[in-house]
């Protein structure tokens, strides 16, 4: 089965952005971004409460009274803005990484670039051309790893950076054609072997 379409950049960042689910490289940095941003809100609440609370008339003969205890209550509510913001500190990495990546690629000549895709019983032959070149690759069934998907592509990661990018709705296909090439491919995966997604 032999099936065209065109991929442009906005696919490309598609595959990235799922990609920052998927990786390893990804999660570990994901991890250490999140500790550091977290602990720095919780600094800066700390020191901003510890400067501004002693001003409150309560909290004045609390410090004057008891240190420790005005210490315990500034920790306490410097932990506040860290639980509020968690999903926005979250979120940050994969904006910046996003980010950076769109600014790395934005004058890449290799989008929009034509596929050529052909599937066959041992794996799928995929052919893309750009202004610079034609790039071909060969990817046997067995050798996909993870199949993930958003609400317009399939990705199919033969490598733990590489993945076929299938738009779910390909424009030159009707309906009924573009179930029967995805129905193609989930049924081969299945035959090859069980696909994590």
Known sequence: MNTKYQLTFEDFMALQKDSLKRSEHHKARYNITTVALAMMVFLL???VLHIILPMSLYFYTLYLNSENTFKLIVVCLAIIPVILMRSLIGKY???VTLRKLKSAYKNDKRWPRDVTLHLHETGIHVTS???SGIKKTDVAWESIKVVGED??????YYETNEAIIIPKMISPLNESE???LLDSIVQRLNHS???DS
Request: a neutral charge; glycine letters at 4%; charged letters at 20%.
């Open 129 to 131: 051309s750009y202004i």
């Open 151 to 156: 609400d317009h592509h399939f990705f199919l």
């Open 178 to 180: 573009n179930r029967a």
């Open 193 to 195: 072997s069980k696909v």
């Open 93 to 95: 990495y994969d904006f």
């Open 45 to 47: 609440g700390f020191i």
